[in-house]
């Protein structure tokens, strides 16, 4: 079959690679009819490369048909319609029962003290090969998947995958509602629906600051208040003078580790996953840092008291934080992988009949073939085009 392949760092291929066979009797072998290109994709572009093996097959966002079932896969049934969650879990051990299936005790990657196993991500997360491929094998099948109504796009429910279920829990954890003020730093795929998940949620005020224009009309056309950071000396004083002198109520930050605006930092990350593998994943995993600028962007903005939820995702085992402003502040930090299944029934009554207000089919601005893959990674990295998401059809 085809598929996304690593082939080193900025250097994806689509390769003839064997197909997937099933190897758990909880696995499913699924045909994938459409896969999309996520803005963690772009952290094994670069950032990630030394946790990669040449040949890795990539993708953790897949809707597809079922193909084959293993004999312990549940209800799952040939010729279903299903939608991958990128978090593999097991939904019966006991992170799984208290709805924190990134943490899955089944699939806990111990080797590496990382969480539940994750499709086309790293040996961080157990090495398990992608969704930009024709095919692929689903692990505990028998929990995973959300078996999907046999009409509508794909794009309809594709994004229930990660990036909406991500949305989702970021708003959720950022813990606002009536009344409220959220501020979302970072408009791309992920801020996108964040401010539309915190208006389906009743927010009353939603802010969302980038500096691209495409991606601020776009929050624009979705009833944000969109603000160009490059416009301002002082994003984090300006949303304090757009909040009578507060501050935000949350904040989202969906940027994460690339954030622009940290030019030392990023200096260091470019020469740390230049070094051989071995000594990168070394110097990583013991002296790693991030890009922060998004993330101190995101701690000024919020209100004394307030809550930073973080959907974007961070990397760095010694990133230097401001810790005597966030306890003199009082805030409240929460973060981590999304618990996909925690929120996908709920998240499914919304799309199901095209909720107008998610309106995650228009979300991609460019569909191509999978055998376009590199040139759609380019793009998407350097935001040319217009281009917010990508979705590939195998």
Known sequence: ??????????????????????????????????????????????????????GDILGHEALGIVEEVGP????????????????ISCGHCWMCQRGLQSQCETTQVTQQDSGAALFGYTRLYGSVPGGQAEYVRVPQAQYGPVVLPTDGPDERYLYLSDILPTAWQGVRYAGVGEGDTLVVVGLGPVGQLATRCAQVLGVDRVIGLDLVPERLETARAHGVEAVDIRTLSDPAAAIKDLTQG????????????????????????????????????????????????????????????????????????ADPMPMMQMFDRQLTIRMGQANVRRWTDELMELVRDGNAILDVES??????????????????QTKSDGCLKVVLQP
Not at 21 to 50: M, Q
Not at 363 to 380: N, S
Request: charged share 20%; proline share 6%; aromatic share 4%.
């Open 72 to 87: 312990q896969a549940g209800n799952l049934q040939v010729g279903d319609r299903v939608v991958v969650p990128f978090t």
């Open 363 to 380: 979300l991609a601005t460019h569909r191509l073939p999978l055998d376009q893959a590199a040139e759609a990674y380019r793009m998407f």
């Open 246 to 317: 507060r501050g935000a109520d949350g904040v989202v930050d969906a940027v994460g580790m690339e954030a622009h605006g940290s030019p030392v930092a990023e200096g260091v990350v470019k020469a740390v996953s230049s070094l051989p593998g071995p000594i990168a994943r070394a110097a990583t995993e013991k002296a790693g840092i991030d890009r922060l600028a998004a993330l101190h962007l995101a701690l000024g903005a919020a209100r004394r008291g307030g809550t930073v939820s973080l959907s974007g995702v961070y990397g760095g085992a």
């Open 1 to 54: 079959m085809k598929a996304v392949t690593w082939q080193g760092k900025h250097n994806v291929e689509v390769t003839e690679v064997p197909d997937p066979v099933l190897l758990e009797p909880t696995d499913a072998i699924v045909r994938v009819t459409s896969t999309a290109i996520c803005g963690s994709d772009l952290h094994l572009y670069g950032p990630l490369a030394p946790f990669l093996d040449r």
